[in-house]
């Protein structure tokens, strides 16, 4: 697998002080980071903010990588604890919820935009059940608690391995497997009264 090899590379030149090598390792990873974050908090103006204070940290940090995981498991779980401390900072200031909540109101704009761009041959009810299931997982997986929405996020979404997933969340493999099946089954709770009354078919 070429791609740690390559981020390897760019860490070495970064600790030699070649600035310009980190700011690819940013380009690279600014999207997944940012998803990452977005998953884990509500409120969508804090994601660059907090997109930013991961790369920050991460390039005071790197001198002392030692390339024991993949810098993007290294990164993501820096990611992590960064969003978590956010979120610590957002309780103890109630005001930031009211933009999470018209930030919430503005997705509606987001998915009525997607339908409009989608072709002829999709039935308005075929639309109308993938919006409801598509929604139902969304609220499935935020209904969740932390370390179960943090689990199945980095293993469905971001493509992590159980390895990986045990390496960002600090915890054995074993917990990890537990945290994903524990979540797969709450969506699919959620899921099962929408898809059992589509034409009968089953989970």
Known sequence: MTQPDADAALVERVKQGDQRAFELLVVKYQRRIERLIGR?????????????????????????????SAFYTWLYRIAVNTAKKSLMDLKRDPLVTETALAS????????????????????????LASKEIAEAVNAAIAALSEDLRQAITLREIEGLSYEEIADVMNCPIGTVRSRIFRAREAIAQRLRPLLDTRDGARW
């Open 40 to 68: 884990m908090v509500r409120d969508t103006d804090l994601v660059p903010d907090i997109a930013q204070e991961t790369f920050i940290r991460a390039y005071r940090a790197l001198p002392n990588f030692r390339g024991e």
């Open 104 to 127: 919430r109101d503005d997705e509606g704009d987001e998915t009525s935009r997607v339908e409009n761009e989608l072709s002829d041959g999709e039935t308005p009810d075929a639309l």
